[in-house]
T-cell receptor, first 111, second 113 residues
Framework: GEDVEQSLFLSVREGDSSVINCTYT??????LYWYKQEPGAGLQLLTY?????DMKQDQRLTVLLNKKDKHLSLRIADTQTGDSAIYFC???????????FGKGTMLLVSP | EAQVTQNPRYLITVTGKKLTVTCSQN?????MSWYRQDPGLGLRQIYY???????DKGDVPEGYKVSRKEKRNFPLILESPSPNQTSLYFC????????????FGPGTRLLVL
């Protein structure tokens, strides 16, 4: 099956930028998503990008997609302690009805 | 308010005692699914349903059953729970618009002794 890989842990200081990386194997991905899971809660959609886009910016969030390398990244500018959470990368393939999730990256923001 | 609800939120049970985790949504979404989340393994899909009376196996369906008799409800049934089913379970729905956002319930933490 398709595979989505993420680094498991990232630690940054408050005010710095965070970059969470993700690689995937499916070349027919249509949508790629970033979900955020805060402690004790379900996943919430943070942002997404269509596979025909290279970049998407949404306030403090910047998503970069390199289709050639099958690499997706999420940059959080001016990271705050409230950004501490687990971030999941997910991809949706054309022809498949399900999402494939990465294992999640735990972001820890220290004051 | 659009939401996905799950009950119970926490459950401790013993091996072999049948249990059901309910999932209900008020968004009229056709697609619903169940995931389990385990440390180091991320989210794995158990079952999904494209519409009423249509269910399909996900990646880890063994030991689980589901039913979809009506659009809003998608219960997860463990006929004979075992300790390896101790996990955090999420129900999710998905809309059909672009980009087909999935909406997750708050999770059910299950401990099987």
């Amino acid at each position: 099956g398709e595979d989505v890989e993420q680094s498991l842990f990232l630690s940054v200081r408050e005010g710095d930028s965070s970059v969470i990386n993700c690689t995937y194997t499916d070349s027919s991905s249509t949508y790629l998503y970033w979900y955020k899971q805060e402690p004790g809660a379900g996943l919430q959609l943070l942002t997404y990008i269509f596979s025909n886009m290279d970049m998407k910016q949404d306030q403090r969030l910047t998503v970069l997609l390199n289709k050639k390398d099958k690499h997706l990244s999420l940059r959080i500018a001016d990271t705050q302690t409230g950004d501490s959470a687990i971030y999941f990368c997910a991809e949706r393939s054309s022809g498949y009805s399900t999402l494939t999730f990465g294992k999640g990256t735990m972001l820890l923001v220290s004051p | 308010e659009a939401q996905v609800t799950q009950n119970p939120r926490y459950l401790i049970t013993v091996t072999g005692k049948k249990l059901t985790v309910t999932c209900s949504q008020n968004m009229n979404h056709e697609y619903m699914s169940w995931y389990r989340q385990d440390p180091g393994l991320g989210l794995r899909q158990i079952y999904y349903s494209m519409n009423v009376e249509v269910t399909d196996k996900g990646d880890v369906p063994e030991g689980y059953k589901v039913s979809r008799k009506e659009k809003r409800n998608f219960p997860l049934i463990l006929e004979s729970p075992s300790p390896n089913q101790t996990s955090l379970y999420f129900c999710a729905t998905r809309d059909t618009g672009s980009p087909e956002t999935q909406y997750f319930g708050p999770g059910t933490r299950l401990l099987v002794l």
